[in-house]
């Protein structure tokens, strides 16, 4: 199993928007619609922020939404504040009871 | 509110065995609703599962570290263990054990992670 790819960084200033991608193959995020994306910050543990591609737990903003097309998940932060600084990872169940973590992205509020 | 916590050493030998334990607290530990499970993070890059234990005792390992892991749950204690055997420095990582949930096959609760190191 490889790691998904993400992108090493993006960047968006106060009150905009950023993407991050997360792609995978037909047999991880293409399979399977539970795609989930974690926000860590630096010394601390993920904490999850999307599941099920677009779902999000109790307590998360509505300014964090997920998508999907074919193999490649996004998660789309809007109105980025100071606190999304943080590095984001998806993760993708690969079938067999295994899941697959990506490279991870570091986003930067600008 | 639901607290894990992993303990073991931080300091492991190569070609020795790497045993962490997890406690959890504050929740309900028994429960087909989620496994209990195992992610370690090398310095700088991305998680990677390890593998996950039922409360029944089933397990599931990543294949690519399935030859040298075992995950064991003690019931008694609301603990469950990760034995890793033949490490390398390539093992260097925080360590996290976590709580996943099955039905949508997320993780919802994590650990502080600990730091294992594996050097002579």
């Known amino acids: 199993q490889s790691a998904l790819t993400q992108p090493p960084s993006a960047s968006g200033s106060p009150g905009q928007s950023v993407t991050i991608s997360c792609t995978g193959t037909?047999?991880?995020?293409?399979?399977?619609?539970?795609v989930s994306w974690y926000q860590q910050h630096p010394g601390k543990a993920p904490k999850l922020m999307i599941y099920?591609?677009?779902k999000r737990p109790s307590g998360v903003p509505d300014r964090f939404s997920g998508s999907k097309s074919a193999n490649t998940a996004s998660l789309t932060v809007s109105g980025l504040q100071a606190e999304d600084e943080a590095d984001y990872y998806c993760?993708?169940?690969?079938?067999?009871?295994?899941?697959?973590f990506g490279t991870g992205t570091k986003v930067s509020v600008v | 509110q639901l607290q894990l916590q992993e303990s073991g050493p931080g300091l492991v030998k190569p070609s020795e065995t790497l045993s962490l334990t997890c406690t959890v607290s504050?929740?309900?530990?028994?429960?087909?609703?989620?496994?209990w499970g195992w992610i370690r993070q090398p310095p700088g890059k991305g998680p990677e599962w390890i593998g996950s234990?039922?409360?029944?005792?089933?397990?599931y390992y990543s294949p690519s570290l399935k030859s040298r892991v075992t995950i064991s749950v003690d019931r008694t204690r609301n603990q469950f263990s990760l034995k890793l055997n033949s490490v390398t420095a390539a093992d260097t990582a925080v360590y996290y054990c976590?709580?996943?949930?099955?039905?949508?096959?997320?993780?919802?609760?994590w650990g502080q992670g600990t730091l294992v190191t594996v050097s002579s």
């Open positions: 976590a709580r996943r949930l099955e039905e949508m096959a997320t993780i919802d609760y």
């Open positions: 504050g929740g309900t530990f028994s429960s087909n609703n989620y496994c």
């Open positions: 234990v039922y409360y029944s005792g089933s397990t």
């Open positions: 037909s047999s991880d995020v293409g399979g399977y619609n539970f």
């Open positions: 099920e591609v677009n």
């Open positions: 993760s993708s169940y690969a079938g067999g009871n295994n899941f697959v």
